[in-house]
Structures are given as structure tokens and as C-alpha cells.
């Protein structure tokens, strides 16, 4: 598989993120807001911020990339919790519409969980509480996917771990989640997997594997050939 744009520098949540925030910055793009937008593209993508934190660079997966331009909506809108760092690639979910200019008018934007997978720590302990799986999709260098989790107001741990068993050709991946919640309403979690840190480990023809507990099978194997 041909990695796109492996990034040089991706700021991704740290494994054991508190989701009851993280749920609150992407409340922007959950489709049962009030508000609508015009007519706009809600997509995936990387973000690159200038020297000031500003979003600067719309890359998408497709291989286009685009000038930012920042609407009144995403000035009047964008909450305290989305906060960037200076000259960082981000992965989030943008909302945009393509202008005439060539630009890419920002309404939204919102970071996801897109981390490099790695091993549990010594005495750490496998938690899969369950979630509900929408959609999974490869692009970009990245396997995507869109989950939903059932909470209220409290937290969640998130992460992604590289279970990989000896002798596999290719990578496992699991999705580590702890809640510590009340089971209520349904919440959007999306989760990007970077693929390009795989390097030699996953290689055209091997296996892409992504483990994790949903509600209606149990324990789910998702298997992807690249």
C-alpha cells in the first residue's frame, strides 16, 4: 500500500485520553445539531498550523491540499478545547466548503484520536468495553473509522494498542476502552489509525487487523488485505 503523506510531525491524544472532553470538541460535527451549515464537505483530514498555532493547510486524502481561510462561523464557534500547537499536522474532522479562490473556508474543526499504536505497559491491563462501529474506510495513509459510545458526563479512556502476535505478517491493532460512565445516549467517537510508522511491518499483502468489543457481536476481528 502507498502511504500518501506520512506525516513528519502528528500531534495525536495521548493513549489514555479523557473522552468526556474529547466527545465535547467534536460536538461540532455531530449530525443532530440544531445548526446547519451551508453547503459544506465534512471529511477527514490533516491540519497544519503556522507559527502562531493558526490553521493554516487543509490536506486531504485524496492528495490535494488547500489554503485555509477562516469563516465567522469557526471564529464564532471553535471552543476553548480545540487549542494547536504552532507548525503541527493534526488529524481531525473539517467541515469545510471549497471556495472560488481556491481555499478552503473553515467552518469546523475538530481533533481525533489518531495516535501510533503501541504495546500495553508493563502491568497494565486490556479494558474493551464495548462500543458501536458505524463506518471503517483506508485512505490517506490511515485506516479511519467512526464509533459511537454510550455516555452521559463521565469518563473515558481511549487508545490504541499494537497487539500483533509473533509470526503475524502484518499489524494488530486494538482499541483499548475503560469507561467510567453511565450508559445513555450515543456519542460519535472517530478514531484515525496512522499506517505509515508500520514501515516494513506492513507491506503490500499482509494483514491489517483491528480488534475491538462492539455491542451487538462481541469481541470483532476487522481484517483488511493491503
Given amino acids: 500500500m502507498k502511504i500518501l503523506r506520512p506525516m513528519?510531525?502528528?500531534?495525536?491524544?495521548s493513549r489514555m485520553a479523557v473522552l468526556s472532553s474529547f466527545i465535547f470538541t467534536l460536538s461540532a460535527c455531530h449530525e443532530d445539531d440544531?445548526?446547519?451549515?451551508p453547503s459544506v464537505v465534512t471529511d477527514y483530514a490533516?491540519?497544519?498550523?503556522?507559527?502562531?498555532?493558526?490553521?493554516m493547510q487543509l490536506l486531504l486524502d485524496n492528495g490535494r491540499d488547500y489554503p485555509v481561510t477562516l469563516t465567522e462561523d469557526y471564529r464564532e464557534g471553535q471552543d476553548s478545547h480545540t487549542t494547536?500547537?504552532?507548525?503541527t499536522t493534526y488529524r481531525v474532522v473539517s467541515i469545510y466548503e471549497l471556495g472560488a479562490d481556491s481555499?478552503?473556508?473553515?467552518?469546523?474543526?475538530?481533533?481525533?484520536?489518531?495516535?501510533?499504536?503501541t504495546p500495553l505497559r508493563q502491568g497494565e491491563r486490556m479494558r474493551q468495553d464495548p462500543v458501536y462501529l458505524q463506518?471503517?474506510?483506508?485512505?490517506?495513509?490511515?485506516?479511519?473509522?467512526v464509533m459511537e459510545v454510550k455516555a452521559l458526563n463521565g469518563r473515558h479512556r481511549v487508545g490504541l494498542v499494537d497487539t500483533?502476535?509473533?509470526?503475524?505478517?502484518?499489524?494488530?491493532?486494538?482499541?483499548?476502552?475503560?469507561?467510567?460512565?453511565?450508559?445513555?445516549?450515543?456519542?460519535?467517537?472517530?478514531?484515525?489509525?496512522?499506517?505509515?510508522p508500520f514501515g516494513e511491518a506492513l507491506q503490500?499483502?499482509?494483514?491489517?487487523?483491528?480488534?475491538?468489543?462492539?455491542?451487538?457481536?462481541?469481541?470483532?476481528?476487522?481484517?483488511?488485505?493491503?
Fill in 84 to 87: 494547536f500547537e504552532p507548525d
Fill in 135 to 145: 463506518s471503517y474506510w483506508l485512505s490517506g495513509g490511515y485506516l479511519n473509522l
Fill in 46 to 55: 490533516c491540519l497544519v498550523t503556522g507559527t502562531h498555532g493558526q490553521p
Fill in 34 to 37: 440544531d445548526y446547519r451549515y
Fill in 164 to 196: 500483533t502476535p509473533r509470526g503475524m505478517h502484518g499489524k494488530e491493532v486494538t482499541f483499548y476502552h475503560e469507561a467510567d460512565d453511565i450508559e445513555s445516549y450515543r456519542k460519535k467517537l472517530y478514531v484515525s489509525v496512522p499506517l505509515a
Fill in 204 to 226: 503490500q499483502g499482509d494483514t491489517l487487523r483491528f480488534v475491538v468489543n462492539l455491542y451487538d457481536t462481541g469481541v470483532t476481528r476487522l481484517e483488511m488485505v493491503m
Fill in 103 to 117: 481555499t478552503a473556508q473553515l467552518y469546523s474543526v475538530s481533533k481525533i484520536l489518531s495516535e501510533v499504536p
Fill in 8 to 13: 513528519d510531525k502528528m500531534k495525536a491524544l
